[in-house]
């Protein structure tokens, strides 16, 4: 690879880096949130919580998010209505509703 070759990458993969920063942003927890660590166990906790058993935490799905908590969002939309956040240093899957 050829030294003007190398430079154009180390340019693009920063410009991919910066853009991905900045399209996080700090926003607070409106109300009581479970966090889980994947889209799959949000999605399936948020189905049994359908259910009249409803969900319960699990090593999947460990965590409640405190309201007036500040999140760093960084994806508003991970599908069918959930964001993935961060969360003291851990991406979490949260439901997008219980976001500011």
Excluded at 20 to 29: D, K, L, P, Q, V
């Amino acid at each position: 690879m050829s030294l003007k070759s190398r430079a154009a990458l180390i340019v693009v993969a920063s410009i991919g880096l910066t853009s991905a920063a900045s399209a996080e942003r700090m926003t607070t927890i409106r109300q009581l949130a479970f966090a889980c660590v994947s889209w799959a166990a949000w999605h399936e906790y948020g189905l049994a919580s359908l259910t009249p058993q409803g969900a319960r935490m699990g090593k999947l799905c460990p965590l409640r998010i405190a309201a007036k908590a500040k999140v760093i969002v960084v994806d508003e939309d991970a599908g069918a209505g959930a964001s993935e956040i961060r969360y003291r240093g851990k991406n979490w899957f949260v439901d997008n509703q219980a976001l500011k």
